[in-house]
């Protein structure tokens, strides 16, 4: 009898070691949770559906702006690719967004006194921006670099189209600084010109190369002063106008948009998960956003992200590794101009529900590097500690400062909040532009991306925040 | 008096510290060589030349396989360019080089019983191999995937033509080492194929992609066995083959080679330096080969280290950084089917200089990771220090094992040899193949990898080894 009680016993203590080992901390090594990474990273490299998952959205779907046909396409997508691939609870909540749309009708040139000397130039309208007239705006233009000089200009650019032609700074390594130093002009610089009397606002575009793509993205109104068009001309265009800004006396900008805003449309943040065997209560977001301009097909902004997060959950279930506390998918919609999937996602009252980490992943679909942390220190440290379960795919470089915009209203709410950081040097080259397609992201650095994320949200669901 | 020979000895304290701060360690901040280091980094993204200088070899000398005409105009070209940069020393180092040529006859197509049943595949030469008889070799296929699965086919590969279908292992985090483990194919695969009187070898592609691009390389023959031609076969293509042969019986494949083996060729390593101030006659050489494959025209394989090297040379010149010892760039000739540019510059004699260390970039113009380090632990951990210069671009990564073929004659005498790691997802996608062009190359990334190099060697020509 005692025999048999130990031979059950053993048994199942050695069927709790062989879970252990297949699922769980694996603390005998010294190094626990390094198996289970490790099988994470061998099954997303041989047999990985990041890359599928991208293909089919950039495919079937293509760019979906908030508000568009193409986005409840996408909202339809995402639900039934998280049914296909078994999660649990999946489910939409409605958002209403904003529903602005771009028209055939935008076009440039600069023209030149005399006859035949009309310089087409590569535009787009910016996003939320007015239409000019039917029959375009002619004006003279003034160039700056920044609205200092544009106020120190006074009232000589009344009248005029004002052009904001500061480019990324190239000596900055990372070009999300670059980028975070250049945007207000498109951001604001509808503004701006308005005050002192423009009449438009012409921005190069936001990218780290020269090249003849107009890249767009989201511009902001006050109503403090009058709305006045906004769009961005590529990079080449913008110094040719420089150029010939500088050389040619009487140049005058023509300027032709047709774009409109609409009432705001419904749509859906699409959120589904695995359940927590343990805590089921406790929840890690991950997510990126299923909107993304009307350029080129949202490949790396934010395809990426959201294949990125399918794929985590995708990895995790079938390696059978149920985790303790709840990982929960959200792929927000309208984070590119209104995060209104995000405030919503956030603001809603989930009883008995509580939120311990968010991760973003909204840097493209690149090799990762690592994760910034937007929590306090003590926290930082908590979550570089298994740094080393990253190591073999050089994506441990776990640093304080990060997060994502969509996680940012989570954040402010005390979750801690973290962005997967990823090589972003060709990042601007695609961004918002017709660039952004598939054939952009190389398949493994995109599963690396997803195994990353695997990784992190699966071991801080087992050990806490 | 006094005064004055105190004003006098304090101008010339402060001018050293200027020229100190300038170029030196920098000592003060406790962090010696940031400074210069991050002097480095800006310059180098601002007014960078790595990707010019590519952009130019690639364009107005293209592939350079070793032997050929455009290989002697490689030659020219980066002696020129040499001189135009201003370094000192420029000279060539002659070495005489095997001169295999393609053909534009290479054809294979898979003939299935019946009419009208030929199916064409993507193939090229093997670099090296012999040609077919004018008609061609039309015979049955066994297909393996290792050596000994050949051997153990024993006599039933006479007369037949050996398909080498084993993929690079996509598990692996690095497709270095996937590639290390399907490599032998391609080297070895003539040799094996003969050994049971099989009459030719067609080995799939060395590629981490599923495309129709071959991918051609080195393999070699030996005396002991009949040589036989071989070809490389798209991923695409074998993957068809592999499938037809599991679902047909009488399959055949024909295959057209009338690429051929010239005399040995003349040519040359092309040298230039920076002279040390201190210790001229201790050399820290930088370099990566020159020659390429005739295939796309080798802008990562090997361009970008040609690139890399001229640039951080370049960079440390035009910031006026004099290294304490001698920086030279050594752009090798016949790295990829010979070494004998490599054997050549180890082998001769250099009286009075002492090489303290060779670091080779042969990996791509990917961005940089760190450095590998081939030499005892102490000195790995000797130039280890030195990590926190790389942090700011995230190559900080210096660890043992590395180096690179063309340096390895140098490891050999005991240099501690180094590689530039970067980034190595997408290398395999091009290499040695039609596919290896400028447009897959991108601009920022190039430079970073110049910009380590540049950081790293200086330092350890100010520091030594």
């Known amino acids: 009898m005692i025999s048999v009680i130990r031979a059950g016993a053993l048994g199942l203590f050695l069927f709790s070691l062989s879970a252990a080992s297949a699922q769980t901390a694996d603390t005998a090594s010294g190094r626990p949770y390094e198996r289970v990474a490790n099988r994470i990273i061998s099954s997303g490299l041989m047999s990985g559906q990041a890359f599928p998952i991208l293909r089919e959205l950039t495919s079937t779907v293509g760019a979906r702006l908030s508000g568009s046909p193409e986005a409840e396409h996408a909202v339809a997508w995402a639900q039934q690719t998280m049914q296909k691939l078994g999660f649990q609870n999946v489910h939409l909540e409605k958002v209403a967004v904003p529903h602005w749309v771009r028209s055939s009708v935008e076009e440039a040139s600069i023209i030149l006194p005399g006859p035949n ?24 233009v003034v160039e700056v670099k ?19 032609n500061r480019p990324l700074d190239p000596s900055k390594v990372s070009t999300f600084e670059a980028y975070g130093g250049a945007v207000n002009q498109r951001g604001q610089g509808a503004v701006e010109s308005a005050r002192p009397g423009g009449v438009a606002a012409l921005v190069r575009s936001m990218t780290t190369r020269l090249d003849n793509v107009p890249h767009t993205g989201a511009m902001g109104y006050n109503d403090s002063v009058p709305k006045v068009p906004a769009a961005a001309v590529s990079t080449l265009g913008a110094d040719l106008l420089d150029s010939l800004l500088a050389s040619r006396k009487g140049l005058r900008l023509k300027m032709k948009l047709g774009c409109q805003t609409l009432p705001d449309a419904e749509s859906a943040d699409v959120i589904g998960e695995l359940r927590g065997s343990e805590h089921p209560e406790e929840v890690i977001v991950i997510g990126g956003h299923l909107d993304s301009w009307d350029k080129g097909s949202g490949a ?15 990895l995790l279930k079938d390696l059978g590794l149920t985790p303790k506390r709840t990982i929960r998918v ?81 954040g402010k709410k005390g979750v801690p909040t973290l962005g997967l950081r990823v090589d972003g040097q060709r990042y601007f080259d695609y961004h918002h532009s017709d660039s952004d397609t598939i054939d952009k992201v190389n398949e493994r650095e995109l599963e690396l991306g997803a195994i990353a994320l695997a990784i992190l949200s699966f071991v801080l669901a087992q050990e806490g925040v």
Chains 1, 2 share one sequence.
Not at 117 to 140: F, H, K, Y
Not at 353 to 365: C, F, L, P, R, S
């Open 146 to 164: 920044s609205f200092d000089e544009l106020k120190a200009l006074g009232d000589r650019a009344r009248g005029k189209i004002v052009f904001f």
């Open 117 to 140: 000397t009309e310089v087409p130039l590569r535009i787009c309208a910016l996003g939320g921006s007015i239409a000019t007239p039917r029959d375009g705006i002619t004006a003279e």
């Open 300 to 314: 790396h902004d934010d395809g990426a992200g959201c294949s990125h997060s399918l794929e985590a959950l995708r």
């Open 330 to 410: 959200v792929l927000f919609m309208n984070e590119e101009n209104g995060l209104r999937g995000a405030k919503a996602y956030a603001a809603k009252d989930r009883p008995g529900e509580k939120h311990i980490a968010a991760i973003e992943t909204d840097a493209g679909g690149f090799s990762p590097r690592g994760f910034g942390v937007q929590a306090d220190s003590q926290v930082v440290e908590r979550i570089a500690r298994w740094a080393y379960l990253l190591r073999p795919i050089e994506a441990d470089r776990i640093q304080k400062g990060g997060g994502g915009a969509d996680i940012s209203e989570l």
